[in-house]
Every structure is written in structure tokens, then in C-alpha cells.
């Protein structure tokens, strides 16, 4: 008897053992399932059916760019090629230029052409500038990034010019002169023509410079891995490739975790030693990044009134490669495209705004518009969402004038301290979402955080947004949708290889183009920031944010003409 109970006891442990055996590689399968999944390239079955982005890409790419493995139409790959030509930037003929033969911007002058000539509001002023290097040699090539403006400070007026590269050393700038009074010409060196040849090979080379970074987190277990667009080496990879937009953004896998275990995405970091110790001196403080080019002569005009004023010589007509697009006169910005209305008084915004949903998509940039109506409002009170500060979602309500003011911030990169996944949104779904109608504005900025990528990248992104905006006005044509550009901001020596205003120069060309000729209106916040006086700041004062929500909301309540 007791032999049997012995054997039975001996059975029942055996069965234990092998049931823990069999539970333990269950739960290493289960750990381990993402290693067994497809390419992300392939991540629409034959049967086209979608499968779950939250996958494990196993690849030898070095780097893994995401942004190659789109396929484009023949029209949206002629659209490309177009842009990229665009933009393209004229080159030094020789290879490697020692630093002494690279553009000094104090050898260099300009000159008023015609100074004592007979000026009118409305006629051009053309300027030479004439490039030399650190020897005194004149430049016999182009490529230099310049910035000009027209000013006068006792009238805080101020406008910019548009720059012509002669390709030979020479640049000429075209001002329009657009106020009376005397008028000051400042041009400046942003960056030697070597350092924008720096800034391009980076730009293809490194999209890595500015690395991000997502945790994983299960119980009381976290790891933390490497993302980007694009990513270098044999690891595997989670793959969290829009399924919608097919927005590429992938992530090392966890060693432990499943991909699906993704909570929150954040700034990394930037990647330093990025430069040789040559290229480092076309990145020099005080030397030669966005320093004056002093005139040989008189630096200033005088402009007399015209006999009367013809508003009808303004082109209304909107277009967002019209140059200047506008100007600053007694601190007060006045567009040549569209009639800006002074909202001086909350009270004339809240009568705006009123039964209206405000949807702000983009960077920081745009969550100063927010700010700054949510502290100028008094009714409009922020409710709080428990979001990170300065990330968002954000929402403020006036629920006694019907007034839903929303901010949110776009999909990655982005280069916010922590956001969580769940609210990692596309601008192009959110568009998709959003029922529209004439009680419905959008504005919309994206352009800063893909200053480290190929151009690709944010061609791929604005593809994505065009359309969902072009959907949306198809099936609500009454819903009012506004563009911010890109601003200009302050440089050094690091930050220039980071986000550079040349950066900034190529991807706004690049999306004025891409809205052009569509149902979209612009405030133009590059020439904003330009020509004002007040020193350049990726945030700009509030001086400016107000110029710039009165551009806006006159597009949301225009003044009857």
C-alpha cells in the first residue's frame, strides 16, 4: 500500500517538474516572440493586411534609415526632385579650402548702388556685397549664407531683402522700400560658404547627431533603448513605423521586454566630436557665425512719401514666396498679402474666437501661441490634463464664450523631455480625426526638430500633412487652416550644427513650395523674426508672438473691405 502511495507521490512531482519545464519556455517563447518578426519593410502582408508596428526588425543595414524604404509614386518622386533641386546650394569648385581662404566676414563689404540717388516708398534699393577670405583675397566662388534687412530704429520700422548669389564672390541684395524716413541696410554673415558645405555632409552623413530615446517598462522591470529614423548596427530593433502615414521611427529592442511594452519617448541627446579640428574654425563665435558685414560707404538712404497712398499696389493675392512678405512699422507688423487687424484687447479676441475649436499642431514654437492667448484671455482658463510642462497636451476653455483652445505636440523626432507614448501623435492622423467645419481653425508649425535630417525625411512628413489637409477641406471646405513658418534664432558654435538658421532656410523653401497653390493661408514668422530688431531667439519675444497672433486671428475674423 504504502509502495503505491509512494509511486503515485513520485508521479504527481514528476508531472509538477514538467509542467514548470513546459511553463518556463512558454514565457521565454512569449519573451522572446518579437525576434521572429518580418522586416520592417514588409510590414504590409501580401493580402495587404496590417499588421501590429510594435515588431522586431532584424537588419544589417548600416544605418537603418527608414526614410529610404519609402516608395513613391512617379508624381510625388518628380515632386521630390524638384524640391531637392530647389534647394540645392552651389559648392566651392576645389575640394578642401584651408581656413584663411574661407569668407572673413571683416574683409568683407557691401555697397549701396546708387546711394544719393532719388528714393520713393516703393522703389528698389540693390546693394553689393563682396566677399573676401582672411588674407584680404576676394572669393572667387559663392555659397555663403547671408542675412540682409532694411531699418529704422527711431520708427521701429523694419523689412527684409532678397539675396541673390552671384556665384563669384559678389552677392546682390534687392530691398523694397516701403516707408519714408531714413533707411539703414545691415547684411550679415550667418555662415562661410565652407561651413555650409559642413552643414550639408552632416545633414546626409549624421542623422544621428541628435539622438532620442524611448523605456520599456513591465512591472517593476524598465529598460531604456536608443530610436531614431535612423539607426546603425546588427541589433534588432523594434519597429514602430506609423500605421498610417508610414512614418518611419524605430527603437533597439529591450533585451527583456517586448517592444509592446514602450511607455514614454524623450531627447537623448546630441552627439558631440562631430567635426575635424579644420571644420571647427568655420564655427567660431565673434568670427564667423552671423556677424556684420560693414559697409565701404554711406549704409543708409533717405526714402521721400509717396504722393498718395495706393493700397491697391499691394498684392493681396495670397503667396507664400511673395518677398518681403511684409514689414515692421512702429513695432507693428503689416502684411502685403492679407489686412491685419490689431487685437489689442482680450476682449476682441474673445469676440473672435467664440464658438470656435482652435487646434495648435507643431513644436514650442507654436505652444507660445497657446501661452500667450491663455495668458492674455482672462476667460480663457487652461484645464489641466496632468500633462508634462512644457510638452503637452494642453486645453484651456472659455465655457461662457464656447471657446476650446486645444495644443498638441507633433509625432517624433521631437526633442521634448518626456512624452508618452500614447500621446506621440501624427499631425496627419490628428487631421483625419477632426470633423472641421466654419467653427474649426488649425494652425500648424513643424520644421525645427528635422533640421538633422536628410531633407527626405521632412519632405515625407509634409506629403503626409498635405494630404490629410487636402481631405479635410474636400469634405469641410469652410474649416480655416493656418501655416506658421520656420523663425530665425540664435547660433553657436554647437547649436549651428544642430539647427542652424541655414537648416531652417532650406526646410521652410521646401514647405512654402509644398503649400503653395492649396487652400492655406501663412503667417510669415521668418520674416517676423527677421526683421525685427530685437535679437534672434528660436523663442521670439512676446513682441513678436503678438505680431504674429494678430496675423493670424485676421484670418480667422478679417476686417471687411
Partial sequence: MWRDSFRLQI??????????????HNFFQLEHLDDDTVSGSNWI???????????????????????????????????????????????????????????????????IVKPRGFFKVGDQLEVLVRMKDFQGKPKQYGGDYLQARIHSPLLKAGATGRIVDCRNGLYKVFFTLLW???????????????????????????????YFKSSFKSGRYSETTECNVCLSGDLPVCNFTDLYTGEPWFCYKPRKLPCASRISHAKGGYQKGLLTQEESLFFQSNVNIKRPILSSGPDSVIVKPKAFTDSSSMDRAEDPTVSPSGYYYEDQWRSRTHWIHRFNKSDDITKCLQGKVIHLFGDSTIRQWFEYLT??????????????????????????????????????????????????????????????????????TIWSHFSTFPVEVYIRRLRNIRRS?????????????????????????????????????????????????????????????????????????????????????????????
Fill in 11 to 24: 508521479f504527481c512531482l514528476l508531472m509538477a517538474v514538467l509542467a514548470v519545464v513546459v511553463l518556463v
Fill in 45 to 111: 502582408t501580401e493580402n495587404n493586411v496590417q499588421h501590429s508596428l510594435s515588431q522586431t526588425t532584424k537588419t544589417t543595414r548600416k544605418p537603418y534609415c527608414g526614410y529610404k524604404q519609402q516608395i513613391l509614386s512617379k508624381r510625388e518622386q518628380a515632386e521630390q526632385e524638384s524640391l531637392l533641386a530647389a534647394i540645392q546650394w552651389p559648392k566651392p569648385s576645389d575640394g578642401k579650402i584651408a581656413f584663411v581662404q574661407s569668407t572673413d566676414p571683416a574683409h568683407s563689404d557691401f555697397v
Fill in 180 to 210: 519714408p524716413g531714413e533707411i539703414k541696410v545691415s547684411v550679415s554673415l550667418v555662415h562661410p560658404s565652407e561651413a555650409v558645405q559642413v552643414l550639408l555632409r552632416l545633414r546626409e552623413e549624421r542623422p544621428d547627431r541628435v
Fill in 375 to 444: 495668458a492674455f484671455v482672462p476667460d480663457l482658463v487652461e484645464f489641466n490634463l496632468g500633462s508634462p510642462k512644457n510638452v503637452g497636451p494642453f486645453m484651456s476653455v472659455d465655457l461662457k464664450h464656447n471657446i476650446l483652445l486645444k495644443f498638441r505636440c507633433h509625432g517624433p523626432p521631437i526633442r521634448f523631455s518626456t512624452v508618452f507614448s500614447s500621446e506621440l501623435r501624427y499631425i496627419a492622423n490628428e487631421l483625419n480625426g477632426i470633423v472641421g467645419g466654419r467653427n474649426t481653425v488649425i494652425a500648424i
Fill in 469 to 561: 489637409i487636402i481631405q479635410l477641406l474636400d469634405r469641410s471646405p469652410k474649416t480655416l487652416i493656418v501655416i506658421r513658418t520656420a523663425n530665425v534664432q540664435e547660433l553657436g558654435p554647437e547649436v549651428s550644427l544642430f539647427n542652424s538658421d541655414w537648416y531652417s532656410f532650406q526646410l521652410d523653401s521646401v514647405m512654402r513650395k509644398m503649400f503653395s497653390g492649396i487652400a492655406v493661408h501663412f503667417v510669415d514668422a521668418w520674416e517676423m523674426s527677421l526683421a525685427h530688431y530685437l535679437p534672434h531667439n528660436l523663442h521670439p519675444k512676446e513682441v513678436i508672438v503678438k505680431n504674429q497672433i494678430d496675423a493670424f486671428l485676421s484670418y480667422v475674423c478679417p476686417l471687411q473691405t
